[in-house]
């Protein structure tokens, strides 16, 4: 059975310092990648896909993740964090033969503290 | 353009009732998908449907059905609610095709059943 993983359950870090989310896939086929956000009492927003071509991809906020086929990861990071970025987030596989149905992690807890 | 509409946003049901949950994709999207989120469980496929037919099943009871409309409107249908079914229910929707794996999640709906 497909599986995503997310290592982190919770991270805490401060205004300003770099951050990564973890997150690792079990696959032998094609795999579409999202990272999504989710603010309290809210639904899910896209933040990031990886869908094919170039292996590092961005956000409009500063995020990006990298996919990385042999170790099967597809981790989030940003070089340096805002308050605002508090939230949790969660990692999402669509697999090339499951049309449009996702698989999630667990979801970070992403916490920053001033 | 409007994003995912669900309604209600807010249920209390009592165990042993149904609940009929409502979903507006994005205009031009053909593909509804639903998920269930609990603290427990996280994220959990549901079902997706496509052009009236559902094309993806998660593994969940037989309580749990679902339909699209001829407009892409979906709904799901929960029958018999057990203490468990307590959750947020996400509606996702995406272009549908097969080379659409993109998801846009609306707020979802919060079902408490008591």
């Known amino acids: 059975a497909q599986s995503v993983t997310q290592l982190d359950s919770q991270v805490p870090v401060f205004e300003e310092a770099p951050v990564e989310l973890r997150c690792n896939y079990s696959?032998?086929?094609?795999?579409?990648l999202f990272w999504y956000v989710q603010y309290p009492n809210q639904g899910l927003q896209l933040l990031l896909k990886?869908?094919?071509?170039?292996?590092l991809v961005e956000s409009i906020n500063g995020f990006e993740a990298e996919f990385n086929k042999s170790q099967t990861s597809f981790h989030l990071r940003k070089p340096s964090v805002h308050i605002s970025d508090t939230a949790e987030y969660f990692c999402?596989?669509?697999?090339?033969?499951?049309?449009?149905?996702?698989?999630f992690g667990g979801g970070t807890r992403l916490m920053v503290k001033p | 353009k409007a994003g995912v509409t669900q309604t209600p946003r807010y249920l209390i049901k009592t165990r042993g009732q149904q609940v009929t949950l409502s979903c507006s994709p994005i205009?031009?999207?053909?593909?509804v998908s639903w998920y269930q989120q609990t603290p427990g469980q996280g994220l959990q496929f549901l079902f997706e449907?496509?052009?009236?037919?559902?094309?993806n099943k998660g593994n969940f009871p037989g309580r749990f059905s679902g339909r699209q409309f001829s407009n892409s409107r979906s709904e799901m249908n929960v029958s018999t609610l057990e203490l468990g079914d307590s959750a947020l229910y996400l509606c996702?929707?995406?272009?549908?095709?097969?080379?659409?794996?993109?998801?846009?999640f609306g707020p979802g709906t919060r079902l408490t059943v008591t």
């Open positions: 996702a929707s995406s272009l549908g095709g097969t080379s659409s794996h993109e998801q846009y």
């Open positions: 696959s032998s086929v094609s795999v579409y």
């Open positions: 990886y869908l094919s071509g170039s292996t």
């Open positions: 999402a596989v669509s697999y090339n033969n499951a049309g449009n149905m996702l698989t």
């Open positions: 205009s031009g999207h053909r593909s």
């Open positions: 449907y496509f052009s009236e037919t559902q094309r």
